[in-house]
């Protein structure tokens, strides 16, 4: 049962552009929740968090956003730059309990 | 801020050896570590959770005898394969979550690559 889905395995768009990459999830119980960029043969880095009380944390370039109704995030790169280029994992967690990841979204980023 | 090493970062040994990696944070005290696997283009699977001076808890379906977690510190955990075997190849990733930044926030370490001939 997968719990945190991210739909898009990948997503290619133009440097300066904006990335949106999406997450769903299932688990009405979730509160806390966070994105994660990785590259190959490397750990996850954190990228950006949200808690349930908010619907949007904005980061420089990143944002994401919060829709609880209808159990969805979403990323927002802007201006995508070549550098952004990775696997970009959703998760998301009670809080103080362990997190559930997504299975990614490669996004790559082209001149 | 909260940086998390692993060591080493690759290794390849025989089979029916075993290994053992260490995770440390080295800024912050972890007062939960979380070791992770990931097969290739796969999404990251918990194996365990680990508490400073207490028993890990296992995920259904990780042999707790295989892959043995010791937290002997707020800044050190380990995770020893036991008799490896070829199916035990994998990229492993531990996390630490402490005083560092959001209280819920895990941060990663850069991996060890497992290769088991």
């Known amino acids: 049962d997968q719990q945190v889905k991210q739909n898009s395995p990948s997503l290619s768009v133009q440097e300066g552009r904006i990335s949106i990459l999406n997450c769903d999830y299932t688990n009405s119980m979730f509160d806390y929740f966070l994105w994660y960029k990785k590259y190959p043969a490397e750990g996850p880095t954190f990228l950006i968090s949200?808690?349930?009380?908010?619907d949007k944390n904005e980061d420089g370039r990143f944002t994401v956003f919060l829709n609880k109704s209808a159990k969805h995030l979403s990323l927002h790169i802007v201006p995508s730059q070549p550098g952004d280029s990775a696997v970009y994992f959703c998760a998301a967690s009670e809080i103080g309990d362990k997190l559930i990841f997504g299975t990614g979204t490669r996004l790559q980023v082209f001149p | 801020g909260a940086v998390v090493s692993q060591h080493p970062s690759w290794v390849i040994c025989k089979s029916g050896t075993s290994v053992k990696i260490e995770c440390r944070s080295l800024?912050?005290?972890?007062?939960?570590m979380f070791w992770y696997r990931q097969f290739p283009k796969q999404s990251l699977m918990l194996m365990a959770t680990?508490?400073?001076?207490?028993?890990?808890?296992?995920e259904q379906g990780v042999e707790k005898d295989k892959f043995l977690i010791n937290h002997a510190s707020l800044t050190l955990s380990t995770l020893t394969v036991t008799s490896a075997h070829p199916e035990d190849s994998s990229f492993y990733i531990c996390?630490?979550?402490?005083?560092?930044?959001?209280?819920?926030?895990?941060?990663f370490g850069p991996g060890t690559r497992l290769t088991v001939l």
């Open positions: 996390s630490a979550r402490g005083l560092a930044g959001a209280t819920d926030t895990q941060y």
């Open positions: 949200i808690s349930s009380i908010k």
């Open positions: 680990s508490n400073e001076g207490s028993k890990a808890t296992y």
């Open positions: 800024d912050f005290q972890a007062t939960t």
